[in-house]
Structures are given as C-alpha cells and as structure tokens.
C-alpha cells in the first residue's frame, strides 16, 4: 500500500547488523518488543554504557544495528482492525481467506496474499 518502512539506525561502526520485526501480521506483537529494545539500548548509552552484561558503547562504535520495526505494515493494519471494510486491498484479502476463520486469526501475509517471509502466495486452508 506504498507505506514508508523506515528503520532505526544505533552505532556508527562498519559492522552492519539488522534486525526486523513484523514480517508475518499475526506476529505483530514483534514490533513492540525489538521497540522496546530500541528504548532499553538508548537509555544504557545514556546511562550505566551496559545492557544485559554487553558494553553499549564498544557496539554503538563498533556495529551499526539496523532496525525495520514493521516490515509488514499493510498487513498488520488488516490483522488489526485498522482497515475500512470497503477498501479494495480488505475486500481482496476476505476472498483470498477461504478457511471461514477471521483475517485476524489466519492471515500472515501481506495484502496481496503475498507471505514476506517465504515469498510464496497465502493459501489458507482450513
């Protein structure tokens, strides 16, 4: 749907490390928790330098950690409520479902049917 998937960059060294959360819409509870580390990492820079026993200060000088909070947003807004039911992408998605379950308890992919982790089209089954 065109949304933008910005990323969050910590550290400033060669070493390119990425991490991305939201890749299926189901798991989008994975935001929130790589978000969450995102906060615990600022605050150790700003603070005591560790976090969980690892010097934050040797890896924002070593590493640079790439963070894609959502990969999927499309289809986590669907999975979510936060779609209008008379969209054509919402009304795509309940013709593709065929297992008679809620798109909010089956659907992984994104809103073209497509699974992001996989690569493959969604066939739900029952």
Known sequence: ???PLPYIRLGI?????MYNASHHSL??????????????FAKAKVTTGFLQGYDINW?????SL??????????????LDQMPYNSPYYLNAIKINNTGHP???VWNANIRGVDLFNLQPQVLKN
């Not at 060294?13 to 490390?17: A, D, E, S, Y």
């Not at 890896?59 to 590493?63: E, G």
């Open 59 to 63: 890896l924002f000088r070593n590493t």
């Open 13 to 17: 060294g060669r070493r390119p490390v």
């Open 27 to 40: 798991e989008w509870i994975t935001t929130p928790v790589i978000m969450k580390f995102v906060e615990n």
């Open 1 to 3: 749907m065109k949304k």
């Open 66 to 79: 790439y963070i894609v909070p959502m990969v999927n947003p499309d289809g986590v807004d669907l999975v």
């Open 103 to 105: 798109l909010s308890q």
